[in-house]
């Protein structure tokens, strides 16, 4: 049940809506390109766990459907039934250390992290990693990005 997870950059019903042809060229490309809010479309690139994560759905689910929705639910109905799973089985599945409850939303926050502390230790400045950050998560402003990366502040900083 927890597949829908290997999508954790992206938005929740960015997630829900990647059919066979989206992960088809996923599997070809080791990133996945998709349409996001307002319109925007950008490309994720994903490491090659979440690529054969996908590469099994993609071998279960027939031709032109979704992955991640059946052909008997609408998308909002799996999307709340995915987060009432998370929702269950949270206590079992999240980081003891974590303050936080854990959610699909605080996966992307904790993606951007990692995305955010890989530019830095390739050299870029907090200013060069927060805006490559901000392109992968479909977001053109700062102070959104800045939100995200709140929980890594401490740390190092995101100044800059």
Known sequence: MLSPCVCSPLRIHECF????????????ENALTIKGKGGLVRTVPLNDLLVKRLQL??????????LFVSDDEQTHEAIKRFQAFIYLQRQTVQDPDSSRPMTFHGLRHTKAAEW?????????????????????????????????????????????
């Open 17 to 28: 809506r990647i059919d066979t042809v989206t992960a088809g060229k996923v599997v070809k």
């Open 116 to 160: 955010y502390q890989e530019f830095i230790q390739e050299g870029k400045s907090p200013y060069e990693a927060r805006k490559a950050v901000s392109k992968l998560l479909g977001h053109g402003r700062d102070d959104v990005t800045r939100i995200y990366l709140a929980s890594i502040k401490k740390e190092g900083g995101t100044d800059g």
């Open 57 to 66: 759905h993609l071998e279960t689910t027939p031709r032109g459907h979704k």
